[in-house]
């Protein structure tokens, strides 16, 4: 669906209000914390390199090789903050409420990368060197909005995205087995959490003030929604690695954050709709169904999976 400019910045000006509001009461609701604080510094020692000390191996981890894919993956996923940055102060502008939240979310996010890797760094988690390395190769390849077709794509999609993000940073927290590293992750998607709120009630407005194409904008997202990460190297496997851990999967997806967003809003019961408005909430209501009934044959099969594991360790 192409909307023409001038549709656009009349849906940013009458949705800036909803914005002034929500920043303000984000802005009272949001805690100020300091990601030095979730780091164990004592435990560091240095690497190998100009400063002499011990080379990275293995052992030294006291992570999960899963755990360790889904922190880094988290990471890899903050890392590409300058790119998320262009792509919603392209959209949404920097004047104004518009890009006052921009720059609120940018700084916000910026913590999260931060904590994280000096997390996997000082704790030895990782090896260093091919962290830095996967960073650079997904930083250069970017990342691009799949859902630019209007500022309405654009906010249903991090309005699942956030929470997406939310529910994976806290599941790999519990899934860690680290104490630290479960309070770091808990404090991240708390901030996640509070974005979404943002974004959702904007979204609520949206249907609101054009019905139509929020209701066409919520089904294209959510029929293809992909997470901001996949253009991680070695994303689908590392993403099967996840959902087999059971961090984050299609019933995980399904449960936990697409019902929650569409039952709030209220979405499958949107009045007024005609036309394509009306033939997106039908295409998102059987796409739902269909999704529902894939989770339950996913985690059939991997129930099935682990159980032979178990079978053959006994």
């Known amino acids: 669906m192409t909307v023409d400019q001038e549709t656009t910045r009349a849906l940013l000006l009458e949705l800036e209000p909803v914005v002034e509001t929500n920043l303000n009461r984000h802005i009272g609701l949001a805690k100020e914390w300091f990601p030095h604080e979730y780091v ?42 300058p790119s998320y940055h262009h792509e919603i102060a392209s959209m949404f502008g920097r004047d104004g409420a518009w890009g006052d939240w921009v720059h609120r979310w940018t700084a916000e996010e ?52 956030e929470l997406a993000t939310r529910v994976s940073h806290r599941n790999t927290g519990k899934f860690s087995g680290d104490p ?8 991240i998607a708390t901030d996640e959490n509070l974005h979404m709120v943002f974004y959702r009630n904007l979204l609520e407005a949206s249907l609101e003030v054009s019905p139509n194409l ?6 294209d997202v959510v029929r293809d929604f992909q997470m901001p990460g996949h253009g991680i190297e070695n994303f689908s496997r590392k993403s099967v690695q996840i959902a087999m851990a059971g961090i984050y999967d299609l019933r995980i997806h399904h449960d936990e954050v697409l019902i929650p967003v569409l039952k709030k ?35 059939e099969r991997r129930d099935a999976h682990h159980a032979r594991l178990a079978a053959r360790k006994g």
Not at 52 to 73: E, F, H, M, N, Y
Not at 143 to 154: A, G, K, R, V, Y
Not at 214 to 219: E, H
């Open 214 to 219: 929020a209701m066409r904008a919520i089904s």
């Open 180 to 187: 630290i590293c479960d309070a770091m992750l808990s404090r």
């Open 40 to 81: 164990p510094w004592s435990d560091g020692t240095n690497f190998d390199g100009p400063l002499g000390g011990t080379a990275w191996t293995p052992d030294q981890s006291k992570l999960s090789d899963v755990a360790r894919t889904s922190l880094i993956v988290n990471l890899l996923t903050e890392d590409n903050l």
């Open 110 to 161: 910026g913590r999260h990368g931060i904590a994280i890797r000096d997390y996997l760094l000082t704790t030895r988690a990782v090896d260093p060197i091919a962290l830095e390395r996967m960073r650079m190769t997904h930083m250069a390849t970017g990342f691009q909005n799949d859902h630019d077709e209007t500022i309405l794509h654009s906010i249903a999609y991090v309005s699942f995205q």
């Open 265 to 299: 809003l209220k979405v499958l019961e949107t009045p007024n709709l005609t036309d394509d408005g009306a033939k997106a909430r039908d295409e998102l209501a059987e796409f739902m169904t269909h999704l529902d009934t894939q989770a339950t044959r996913f985690t």
